[in-house]
């Protein structure tokens, strides 16, 4: 389960941040079910387990703070037996998926306010958080057109649509990435999400970068979605995913290359705001 997961991970078949966190935590429950003849056998397995979970996606801030806060918390207690190491590790690994799954709903809940009745809309890509912040406002009543570019290469800006289609109060139109600066003329806000914030910087999906600089220049703020735990000041260093060329072009390259990186970063000046479960901080 372990490996299976650490591949997921690497082919993002699962695409929000911390649905990714998530997965990886709950995976090393796999450990907890084996038999080990000492602790100090158990806690090498957790550490090198957690290692390939880690290496899965070094660019995902909160999966990498979600399995080291796991391991370690782990390997620094005093165990006496592998059935204690075994039991702490699944109450860390509980508490960690509860803090991450409250941390996303609270930054949806914070976000309504910041969503005003009837408002012109640009999203990017996709984000759990955006779309919880979003099916909360309509529940309030409030009402929305929103634009989602459709986020090359793999298009999860679909996956947007087709579910901001399914919700009452949200008329959604799918957009190209290129087209966004026609389309944000007429939006009164940009949200997105966030793979993590380090320091001064936004890493997004690849495209947030643009989109963020064209906003700026219309005048149109952007606020970005998530979890308090995302942002990183300090022990994290952000390595951008390349991805195949094969998703870019299915045909052979002939004669020149094809880069294919996954986040671009976003200086935060650029951003209005940003929203976690610790709510609303102006930038």
Do not use: W
């Amino acid at each position: 389960m372990i490996d299976e997961t650490a591949e997921e991970i690497r082919e993002m078949q699962t695409h929000s941040s911390s649905v990714v966190a998530v997965r990886a935590a709950q995976a090393l429950e796999e450990l907890t079910e084996r038999e080990f003849a000492t602790v100090e056998e158990y806690v090498r397995a957790l550490e090198r387990n957690g290692s390939v979970l880690r290496g899965a996606n070094p660019s995902h801030a909160s999966l990498q703070n979600a399995v080291r806060e796991i391991v370690d918390d782990v390997t620094d207690a005093d165990l006496d037996s592998v059935a204690e190491a075994q039991r702490l590790t699944s109450e860390k690994i509980d508490a960690v998926v509860s803090r991450i799954e409250s941390g996303k709903q609270l930054a949806a809940e914070n976000a309504v306010d910041v969503l005003a009745d009837g408002a012109t809309l640009l999203v990017h890509d996709y984000s759990s958080t955006v779309q919880a912040a979003l099916e909360r406002a309509t529940d309030a009543g409030k009402t929305f057109e929103v634009y989602v570019t459709e986020a090359r290469p793999r298009y999860l800006g679909r996956k947007t649509a087709r579910e901001l289609a399914a919700t009452d109060g949200v008329d959604a139109t799918l957009i190209t990435d290129g087209a966004h600066g026609i389309f944000l003329e007429e939006c009164d806000r940009v949200v997105v999400g966030m793979d993590c914030i380090v320091e001064d910087t936004l890493y997004n999906r690849v495209g947030t970068f643009p989109i963020a600089s064209t906003a700026d220049r219309l005048d149109v703020p952007v606020t970005v979605l998530g979890a308090a735990s995302k942002i990183v000041s300090e022990g994290f260093v952000f390595e951008n995913e390349h991805r195949p060329g094969s998703e870019v072009m299915a045909e052979p390259a002939d004669g020149f290359a094809v880069e294919n990186p996954a986040y671009d970063a976003t200086p935060v000046d650029l951003l209005e705001s940003v929203v976690t479960d610790e709510g609303r901080r102006e930038l």
